[in-house]
């Protein structure tokens, strides 16, 4: 009698321990995968981690890593966003993504890259000068900053006053450029224009900032 009453505890033993297993492995979501964007404004990677057993799909990885790489090269992207755009990608997967971004700035810390186009900011920066952004509103007087303009699109400045919700950007280069634009009239008199081109000097909300000029390559 006392070897079969052994016999059914352990039986209940390896029972409960079954039922212990079930419930631990029942509570942990195996489609939880752990993704960290890995940029430094100019080059973008993706690292993946997760507790589901067997192949990731590859299809679902790569269409991370693109839509990554253009977010990050999108002046329009924030770190929220792209988190965002990473998780319906796999979601359509069947993955719940819990997603990172890692830069040479620190974790989420955004990186943009971008050109001069102009030499507004001579002597400091050259026109076609390769620039690497940190997305940021963390601004402070004397910062080289790029903005979006109305008019101009996006525009590479000097941070010289911050008032209230209002920024005034400047131009490192001062010089007036003077030259003569030339007109032919309907009756055939050409007409000369003498032009002066200042560089932009402009106020705009401190919304329109995307961030900081932290590398010039």
Same mark, same amino acid.
């Given at each position: 009698?006392?070897? @079969?009453?052994?016999?059914?505890?352990?039986?209940?033993?390896?029972?409960?321990?079954?039922?212990?297993?079930?419930?631990?492995?029942?509570?942990?979501? @195996?489609?939880?995968?752990?993704?960290?964007?890995? =940029?430094?404004?100019?080059?973008? #990677?993706?690292?993946?981690? /997760?507790?589901?057993?067997?192949?990731?799909?590859?299809?679902?990885?790569? !269409?991370?890593?693109?839509?990554?790489?253009?977010?990050?090269?999108?002046?329009?992207?924030?770190?929220?966003?792209? %988190?965002?755009?990473? %998780?319906?990608?796999?979601?359509?997967?069947?993955?719940?993504?819990?997603?990172?971004?890692?830069?040479?700035?620190? /974790?989420?810390?955004?990186?943009?890259?971008?050109?001069?186009?102009?030499?507004?900011?001579?002597?400091?920066?050259?026109?076609?000068?390769?620039?690497?952004?940190?997305?940021?509103?963390?601004? %402070?007087?004397?910062?080289?900053? +790029?903005?979006?303009? $109305?008019?101009?699109?996006?525009?590479?400045?000097?941070?010289?006053?911050? #008032?209230?919700?209002? +920024?005034?950007?400047?131009?490192?280069?001062?010089?007036?450029?003077?030259?003569?634009? *030339?007109?032919?009239? $309907?009756?055939?008199?050409? *007409? =000369?224009?003498?032009? !002066?081109?200042?560089?932009?000097?402009?106020?705009?909300?401190?919304?329109?900032?995307?961030?900081?000029? %932290?590398?010039?390559?």
């Amino acid at each position: 009698m006392r070897s @079969t009453n052994w016999l059914i505890l352990g039986l209940l033993s390896i029972i409960v321990i079954a039922v212990a297993a079930s419930a631990i492995y029942n509570g942990l979501d @195996t489609n939880n995968i752990n993704i960290v964007i890995n =940029t430094n404004g100019t080059n973008t #990677d993706i690292n993946y981690q /997760t507790m589901l057993y067997g192949s990731i799909p590859q299809e679902m990885i790569q !269409k991370i890593k693109d839509k990554s790489t253009s977010d990050v090269e999108s002046s329009n992207s924030t770190v929220n966003s792209i %988190k965002s755009d990473v %998780k319906n990608i796999a979601s359509k997967y069947n993955y719940n993504a819990n997603v990172k971004i890692s830069s040479q700035f620190g /974790t989420d810390q955004l990186p943009m890259p971008a050109t001069v186009n102009g030499t507004s900011m001579v002597p400091t920066l050259q026109d076609g000068q390769e620039i690497i952004v940190l997305k940021t509103n963390n601004l %402070k007087v004397g910062d080289i900053v +790029v903005a979006v303009h $109305p008019t101009y699109g996006l525009i590479v400045k000097r941070l010289s006053i911050i #008032d209230a919700n209002q +920024v005034y950007l400047t131009s490192d280069n001062k010089n007036v450029e003077i030259f003569n634009n *030339e007109t032919t009239l $309907p009756n055939g008199t050409v *007409e =000369t224009v003498t032009v !002066k081109k200042t560089p932009l000097n402009t106020w705009l909300p401190t919304n329109n900032v995307i961030g900081v000029v %932290k590398v010039i390559e």
